[in-house]
């Protein structure tokens, strides 16, 4: 029991000082987790042609465009909520790809910027959302995992169109 007890704690100690956060601030790994998820999805979203954004497996499915935006959507409503502001994108009137790629680079960025500049006790709040009450650490666990869930979905569509999908980061 005693060297669990040690383990833990020595675990701990390691693990501290990479969360480490500005007073007030979320910690910086979880900003950099969501710039890689932006690098990540416009490497996926610039591999389907253009004449191919309106593509869907089948019929009651979202296009490839359509999920693109919806992720890009989700996420600044998602970031909205959790840092007070107002969502400042809008769904495109279009989905084809010049207006879907800029839909997710504004999204990203606004998501990223209120991820930057939240102040951690909002983590702790709770907010309303689809799911129904969370606090904020769970609203951005839900952001994450929905965009998870879309881009997976994407990747599908672009390997039926024969794309090798961008190699996976995190």
Not at 66 to 88: R, V, W, Y
Request: charged fraction near 20%.
């Amino acid at each position: 029991m005693h060297r669990l007890m040690t383990t833990l704690l020595v675990g701990a100690a390691l693990v501290v000082p990479a969360l480490a956060q500005e007073a007030g601030t979320v910690p910086s790994v979880l900003v950099d987790h969501w710039k890689t998820s932006k690098k990540y999805m416009l490497a996926l979203a610039e591999q389907m042609p253009a004449e191919d954004y309106s593509f869907k497996p089948n019929p009651v499915e979202m296009s490839f465009g359509e999920q693109m935006a919806h992720i890009a959507g989700a996420n600044s409503f998602f970031f909205a909520t959790l840092s007070g502001q107002k969502d400042p994108i809008a769904k495109p009137a279009k989905f084809d790809k010049a207006s879907v790629l800029k839909t997710l680079n504004d999204s990203y960025d606004f998501c990223i910027a209120a991820l930057t500049g939240l102040d951690h006790e909002r983590m702790f709040q709770t907010f309303d959302s689809p799911a129904g009450k969370m606090t904020g650490m769970e609203l951005l666990l839900l952001a994450t995992d929905h965009t998870a869930h879309h881009r997976g979905q994407c990747i599908v569509y672009l390997r039926a169109k024969g794309i090798k999908p961008a190699q996976y980061q995190f």
